[in-house]
């Protein structure tokens, strides 16, 4: 799959799915936009989630994915980071 097109959804573990479920179809592009580079929506987006997007960024940054079924998702601080900015 082309990173351009990965949305959230594609990337989330699932145990977080049903928590995020309104932001899953944003693009990984749009989340980064969003979370890193601090960007208005280009979407129309509520201000909660934008808030969860931010919540998912954080969380990825800061979590090793021990527990997650995602490839994406377990990476280290760095990878993650070099992830996030492939898009």
């Known amino acids: 799959m082309d990173k351009s097109s990965l949305t959230l959804g594609d990337v989330l573990p699932s145990d977080l799915k049903s928590k995020y479920a309104d932001v899953l179809n944003v693009s990984i592009e749009e989340a980064l936009n969003i979370a890193k580079y ?42 993650n980071s070099a992830y996030w900015s492939k898009t």
């Open 38 to 79: 601090l960007m208005p929506p280009s979407t129309d987006l509520t201000d909660d989630q934008v808030n969860e997007i931010k919540a998912i960024y954080a969380a990825y940054m800061s979590n090793k994915g021990d527990k997650s079924d995602s490839g994406y998702w377990n990476k280290t601080p760095d990878a």
